[in-house]
């Protein structure tokens, strides 16, 4: 592998755990590149590739998923809040299923994390030294939009890296990487609508009109992202690794059985390919 390859991780809720299968298989392979971006579940299924503690990924969602510290409507009414990101990113990693973090900082690896700057509305990218700002980073990260609080982070106020760069490609060539894999979390066909989210922004984010921009053009973004990528593909430059078939979870799934589902065909998925995208990789 003479050329440096960077991991490109897209997020997507719990459709992540597609990719977390795919991850896994990738690291009982011993395949462990260089640079790894990754935005919102992309970047929590990332940082688990660096300290390659294999099964992480699904474990923790499996584990909690129906915990009510993890995950509850109630919260979101009551405060701004549908996942517990404290327990998340802190309680967990900590105690509960504890975050190989020696690992991590002992890694060459690059790990970017992609997060949203919600005064400018553009990317905010976060490479992390001590445990604390890594897991404010993932936090931020993985801060949807409407159901999650805005994250301080030194002087920024930051939200979900899907917001608005949802398939940090572009940033993994910036950094000086030649080639990518990209990991999707959609089929290939898939084309992302409007959505009502100007209108809703205009509601909660009334003194955010640069976010309320990106949120609204969001879609046509993402739609243009998957162009490019198709284009990268037939260069050579990126190697795609995408379900076949429309991933049988929601952003806000509760049903263990579907997760280990969605992991599983993450999983054998990469298993299928993994000769010819082992050949790509040396060329």
Not at 78 to 86: A, H, N, S, V
Not at 156 to 176: E, T, V
Request: with cysteine; hydrophobic share 35%; proline share 5%.
């Amino acid at each position: 592998m003479n050329k440096k390859v960077g991991l490109v991780l897209e997020g997507g809720g719990f459709r992540g755990i597609y990719s977390a299968g795919v991850i896994d298989y990738l690291l009982e392979k011993n395949i462990e590149l260089p640079y790894v971006i990754g935005v919102s579940m992309g970047a929590c299924n990332g940082v688990n590739y660096i300290s390659k503690q294999i099964g992480r990924n699904l474990n923790v969602p499996y584990s909690y998923v129906n915990d009510k510290r993890y995950m509850s409507y109630s919260r979101l009414f009551t405060k701004g809040e549908l996942f517990g990101m404290d327990f998340i990113f802190n309680e967990i990693p900590k105690k509960l299923i504890p975050f190989d973090f020696e690992t991590y900082s002992k890694s060459e690896q690059d790990f970017v994390i992609g997060t949203t700057d919600c005064i400018t509305g553009k990317p905010f990218y976060i490479k992390t030294l001590d445990y604390d700002n890594l897991l404010t980073s993932l936090k931020a990260s993985a801060s949807l939009p409407f159901a999650s609080k805005m994250v301080k982070f030194h002087d920024k106020k930051l939200l979900d890296g899907g917001i608005s760069d949802p398939i940090p490609f572009q940033k993994a060539f910036n950094d000086g990487c030649d080639k990518v894999v990209i990991v999707l979390t959609q089929p290939i066909e898939f084309e992302k609508k409007p959505t009502k989210f100007s209108t809703i922004g205009k509601l909660l984010y009334p003194k955010y009109p640069q976010l309320i921009d990106v949120l609204s053009k969001r879609y046509h973004f993402y739609n243009q992202q998957l162009e490019e990528i198709k284009q990268l593909e037939k260069e050579g430059k990126a190697y795609v690794i995408r379900p076949e078939n429309k991933i049988p979870v929601s952003r806000t799934e509760r049903n263990k059985e579907k997760l280990q589902e969605a992991f599983t065909m993450g999983y054998k998925h990469c298993e299928q390919i993994f000769n010819d995208l082992n050949n790509w990789l040396h060329i």
